[in-house]
């Protein structure tokens, strides 16, 4: 049984009328990588900042929180300086070079020069950036910029790397690439936290995962595991609508509707097969759940804003 990095129990976080985390409860094993998964306004970026204390959670006596032996409300600083955190923001400065970003921020951890430049090295080859060492930032392209945050969350050697939505508006290359990258990182020992609002990322990089909604757990688990669980493993997705007629619909079927498309999902791939033969028309099409099903199944379909 791996040792925990953390672990949290009933948190919760209150903003005047607005309950962004209640009674939180999970818990972390070192070197796996742990993913929150949910609409906005689920609570997952104020449970981050609480983690690293950014933010205090409701002072209750039933709540308690260990990040790696400290407590973020008493030991925010012994937090910081063993981790490293990728915000959803680019906040790289736009005046210096990506060679100056990087050792600007290394020296805030108080690391010698010598083994500062060597790690630089190391992190711009690690994550591609070799050739655009010596750039200034403005010219970067979003990935690259993205790329050099990560790079810059692990300039201090971090147990405990915390990454809010890490791949967002990047191409499908650049987002692989990261995902590759963390997977290296995990295999190195590195604990990995992790928000994100596209399915496969969590699918793809994450040993488990919570689903959240309105600051609360929904469920807890590996996303095969979950999706095996909680969720029909076939659906028909037919793309018009108006060509379903619902009462006609067979036993074993569970039906859900969206103003473009009508999803059928069943345990018998046979019988959604059946189906699909009456609508022949291109407008359908036959797959396996995923955890998108699974996450919109959870936390509805309307928009959470």
């Given amino acids: 049984m791996a040792k ?13 009328d ?5 009674n939180l409860s999970f818990q972390v094993r070192q070197a796996e990588c742990f993913g929150f998964l949910g609409p906005n306004g689920a609570g997952k970026t104020t449970m981050m900042k609480i983690l690293i204390g950014r933010s205090r959670r409701d002072p209750t006596p039933e709540g308690n929180i260990n990040v790696f032996g400290f407590d973020p409300d008493r030991d925010e600083l012994s937090i910081k300086f063993l ?4 915000p959803q923001e680019n906040n790289l400065d736009t005046e210096l070079s990506v060679r100056q970003n990087l050792f600007i921020y290394a020296r805030f951890y108080g690391l010698r020069k010598k083994k500062v430049e060597s790690r630089i090295d190391y992190l711009l080859d690690f994550m591609e950036l070799t050739e655009k060492k010596d750039a200034r930032i403005r010219v970067l392209s979003g990935g690259m910029k993205r790329r050099l945050i990560i790079a810059r969350a692990l300039i201090n050697e971090p147990r405990l790397l915390i990454l809010d939505e890490p791949t967002t508006g990047l191409d ?3 987002r692989h690439l990261i995902w590759d990258k963390l997977r290296m990182l995990r295999k190195e020992g590195v604990t990995i936290l992790l928000t994100t609002h596209y399915m496969e990322e969590a699918f793809q990089i994450c040993d488990r995962l919570i689903i ?14 979950l ?17 379903v007629e619902t009462r006609d619909l067979p036993e074993y079927v569970r039906l859900e509707t969206t103003h473009s498309r009508v999803l059928l999902y069943s345990e018998k791939l046979d019988v959604l097969e059946t189906v699909s033969r009456q609508y022949n028309t291109g407008n359908c099409y036959l797959r396996q759940s995923n955890l998108e099903d699974l996450f919109l199944k959870t936390t509805g379909r309307q928009l959470h804003e």
């Fill in 227 to 243: 999706i095996r669980k909680h969720i029909e493993p076939y659906v028909l997705e037919i793309i018009d609508p108006s060509q």
């Fill in 4 to 16: 925990l990095a953390i672990q949290a129990e009933n948190i919760s976080k209150t903003f005047k």
């Fill in 172 to 174: 499908p290359q650049v």
């Fill in 212 to 225: 959240m909604h309105k600051g609360e757990k929904m469920m807890e688990g590996a996303p095969g595991t």
């Fill in 18 to 22: 607005l309950k962004a985390v209640r």
């Fill in 83 to 86: 981790s490293g955190v990728v």
